[in-house]
């Protein structure tokens, strides 16, 4: 009597790890290493080979692969999705989207006025 209590007992609650979780296999680290490979060494190369010609496109470009490369690491390392932990994943997900849009557009901004407010310019003709 006190198996069959027992099997119901284990049937009704499972623990941690049997529930069925998203893990990532071999094949998905993997993936996800790779492509932050990429994401990182191109816009090295983009900034180090100065290819676009525009130091302001290159700035816009390498934030593009920036929020790209948080993505890949919620995806693929975190295992962020709309299915697990009840939801609770995608409200991380929309609370990380706005903090690094913010602090992008801020760093941005802090950028952009500390060039433009503290780079003296100076005429060389009125130089002594």
Do not use: C, K
Not at 65 to 79: D, G, K, N, R, S
Not at 115 to 126: G, S
């Amino acid at each position: 009597m006190s198996s069959e209590t027992n099997a119901q007992h284990q049937a009704d609650y499972q623990t941690p790890h049997e529930e069925e979780q998203a893990h990532g296999s071999y094949r998905d680290y993997m993936i996800g290493f790779g492509l932050s490979v990429v994401l990182t060494a191109t816009p090295f190369w983009l900034v180090m080979s100065g290819a676009l010609g525009n130091n302001q496109l290159t700035g816009f470009i390498v934030m593009g692969f920036a929020v790209v490369q948080i993505i890949v690491h919620m995806v693929y390392f975190l295992h962020m999705n709309g299915r697990s932990e009840g939801g609770w994943t995608m409200l991380a997900l929309v609370f990380t989207v706005i903090i690094v849009v913010i602090t992008l557009a801020g760093s941005l901004w802090v950028m952009y006025h500390l060039n433009t407010n503290m780079m003296p310019v100076h005429d060389m003709r009125q130089m002594p």
